[in-house]
């Protein structure tokens, strides 16, 4: 019966198996070195543990920096800003009051000319203002490709060297937000 007597040997080994994988696992998460107040977190690796290979080795794989990633840093997310710096949503908020739509037209797949030049002039006054990255700024605005957002880009930067109504109106939304 379960939980009477001895174990069977090959229940023995398997629990002397179980024990000694989980020691060397605690072993080689020790020899990780860790960031203070924060546990490190390798992808691919269940529990942020390198895997064990055959080959038992004193340190565990070097990985290039870009595989390693700090869970402290995913858990509290938070868009990058510095102090005083323009954020995406205060630009989108300015864009917004300014040609007079809301911000669920400047992230909707609408094609409209107006909701397009907004959006456009959002997207390239995020370019210009912050230092997101394309792809970022295209996620923000409804999920869009970064091309989408270097295209109004590049055509609002044409727009302003040739009309001058698109400069001013670029001029005061950079105004309105203290830029």
């Given at each position: 019966m379960l939980g009477q007597g001895e174990p069977t040997p090959t229940q023995a080994a398997a629990v002397a198996r179980s024990l000694a994988f989980r020691a060397e696992i605690d072993?080689?998460?020790?020899?990780?070195?860790?960031?203070?107040?924060?546990?490190r977190f390798i992808p691919n690796t269940p529990y942020g543990v390198p895997k064990i290979s055959?080959?038992?080795?004193?340190e565990p794989p070097l990985r290039p920096w870009y595989h390693v990633m700090w869970f402290f840093d995913l858990v509290n997310y938070r868009p990058r800003r510095c102090d005083g710096a323009i954020r995406i949503?205060?630009?989108?908020?300015?864009?917004?009051?300014?040609?007079?739509?809301?911000?669920?037209?400047?992230?909707?797949?609408r094609r409209d000319a107006r909701t397009v030049h907004a959006r456009q002039?959002?997207?390239?006054?995020?370019?210009?203002?912050?230092?997101?990255?394309l792809p970022a700024i295209g996620r923000r605005f409804g999920d869009r490709d970064h091309t989408t957002v270097l295209h109004a880009v590049s055509k609002i930067t044409r727009l302003i060297g040739s009309d001058a109504q698109v400069a001013a109106q670029v001029a005061e939304i950079r105004q309105g937000l203290g830029a």
């Amino acid at each position: 019966m379960l939980g009477q007597g001895e174990p069977t040997p090959t229940q023995a080994a398997a629990v002397a198996r179980s024990l000694a994988f989980r020691a060397e696992i605690d072993r080689r998460a020790a020899l990780v070195p860790q960031k203070p107040d924060t546990r490190r977190f390798i992808p691919n690796t269940p529990y942020g543990v390198p895997k064990i290979s055959p080959k038992i080795t004193r340190e565990p794989p070097l990985r290039p920096w870009y595989h390693v990633m700090w869970f402290f840093d995913l858990v509290n997310y938070r868009p990058r800003r510095c102090d005083g710096a323009i954020r995406i949503d205060a630009i989108q908020q300015a864009c917004r009051r300014f040609y007079s739509i809301s911000i669920a037209d400047l992230c909707s797949p609408r094609r409209d000319a107006r909701t397009v030049h907004a959006r456009q002039v959002a997207m390239y006054l995020s370019k210009v203002l912050t230092s997101n990255s394309l792809p970022a700024i295209g996620r923000r605005f409804g999920d869009r490709d970064h091309t989408t957002v270097l295209h109004a880009v590049s055509k609002i930067t044409r727009l302003i060297g040739s009309d001058a109504q698109v400069a001013a109106q670029v001029a005061e939304i950079r105004q309105g937000l203290g830029a």
